[in-house]
């Protein structure tokens, strides 16, 4: 067996406080979130207890926990389906030059280096000096797409850059329609990076909080009620919240690997039969 050199160890212990500076306020809030009914905010523990986890589940004397996981969930859902559609439409329109296509480029792309907090206060003044409600499904919502289109289009623009057109020319050699050959051939090639932007409009919308700050009129998003409650809530049951807010991202990305999984499976299966159709 090769012997390690001592650079790799000192990486190697690099790497590991690297993990541990991204992960440590997280399994710290985690650990705090099991202390017992008479624990606080900090170490040491007050016993071991799932109380504060139950205490979720009751009327809450301040916070809208349920209903704003509700708002963010749905915005999350809307601004999703939106960055997909959108992101496709452009990668597919940029795939030819046309007149002011760098121009454009580079205006969607800007929105990604703007303060986040003068996107929200330009949006939230856009819409109430239009006369139109600030709200979080309609300014909120608009606020979060200048920060989650970009990032869809610069993959589909990826994605689209190596993508082979021999199997768009073999299809329309075949009579295939352009809608057709979109839907057929081209939709089922880049489903799994179409899984990768809808994951990332998904979870940059649930735990966006400067774009929606001065968006959201009346009613909070998530972030939104958990920054509230960091003022007036004094005990671990915001710690409880931050836990199962944690892990519900997890399994939401969970989901989406095991989507992409899944189709990639079914792909190479369907390969290896084509190929044994041909034997």
Same mark, same amino acid.
């Given at each position: 067996?090769?012997?390690?050199?001592?650079?790799?160890?000192?990486?190697?212990?690099v790497?590991?406080? $690297?993990?541990?500076?991204?992960? #440590?306020?997280?399994?710290?809030?985690?650990?705090?979130?099991?202390?017992?009914?008479?624990g606080g905010?900090t170490?040491?523990?007050?016993?071991?207890?799932?109380?504060?986890f139950?205490?979720?589940f009751?009327?809450?004397? =301040?916070?809208?926990i349920?209903?704003?996981? #509700?708002?963010?969930?749905?915005? %999350?859902?809307?601004?999703?389906?939106t960055?997909? =559609?959108?992101?496709?439409? %452009?990668?597919l329109?940029?795939?030819?030059r046309?007149?002011?296509?760098g *121009?454009?480029?580079?205006?969607?792309?800007t929105?990604?280096?703007i303060?986040s907090?003068? *996107?929200?206060?330009?949006v939230?003044?856009?819409?109430?000096?239009?006369g139109?409600?600030?709200?979080?499904?309609?300014?909120?919502f608009g606020s979060?797409?200048t920060? +989650?289109?970009?990032?869809?289009?610069?993959?589909m623009?990826?994605?689209?850059?190596?993508?082979?057109?021999?199997?768009?020319?073999a299809a329309?050699?075949? #009579?295939a329609?352009?809608?057709?050959?979109?839907?057929?051939?081209?939709?089922?090639?880049?489903?799994?990076?179409?899984?990768?932007?809808?994951l $990332?409009?998904?979870?940059?919308?649930?735990?966006?909080?400067?774009? +929606?700050? @001065?968006?959201?009129?009346?009613?909070?998003?998530?972030?939104?009620?958990i920054y509230?409650?960091?003022?007036?809530? +004094?005990?671990?049951?915001?710690f409880a919240?931050? +836990?199962?807010?944690?892990?519900?991202s997890f399994?939401?990305?969970? =989901?989406? @690997?095991?989507?992409?999984?899944a189709?990639?499976?079914?792909?190479?299966?369907?390969?290896?039969?084509?190929?044994? #159709?041909?034997?």
């Amino acid at each position: 067996m090769e012997k390690r050199s001592r650079a790799f160890y000192v990486l190697a212990a690099v790497f590991g406080l $690297f993990l541990l500076f991204l992960y #440590g306020p997280i399994i710290t809030i985690g650990i705090l979130s099991f202390q017992g009914p008479t624990g606080g905010l900090t170490f040491p523990m007050r016993g071991v207890s799932l109380h504060w986890f139950r205490d979720l589940f009751e009327q809450q004397a =301040v916070g809208d926990i349920w209903g704003s996981f #509700g708002r963010s969930f749905t915005l %999350g859902l809307m601004v999703m389906v939106t960055t997909v =559609v959108v992101s496709v439409m %452009g990668g597919l329109a940029f795939r030819k030059r046309f007149a002011g296509s760098g *121009v454009l480029f580079y205006l969607v792309i800007t929105s990604l280096v703007i303060p986040s907090i003068l *996107v929200s206060l330009g949006v939230g003044l856009i819409f109430s000096q239009s006369g139109l409600d600030v709200h979080w499904a309609s300014s909120g919502f608009g606020s979060q797409l200048t920060w +989650t289109l970009p990032f869809g289009l610069l993959i589909m623009f990826a994605v689209f850059n190596r993508f082979d057109k021999s199997y768009e020319e073999a299809a329309r050699d075949q #009579g295939a329609s352009p809608w057709q050959t979109i839907r057929h051939v081209v939709l089922p090639i880049i489903a799994p990076s179409l899984i990768g932007v809808a994951l $990332f409009g998904f979870t940059l919308s649930y735990d966006e909080f400067a774009r +929606t700050l @001065l968006t959201a009129g009346s009613y909070n998003t998530l972030p939104l009620e958990i920054y509230g409650m960091t003022t007036n809530v +004094t005990t671990p049951v915001i710690f409880a919240l931050g +836990t199962l807010t944690t892990v519900f991202s997890f399994l939401v990305i969970a =989901v989406f @690997l095991l989507t992409v999984w899944a189709l990639n499976r079914r792909r190479s299966r369907a390969g290896s039969d084509a190929g044994q #159709g041909m034997v």
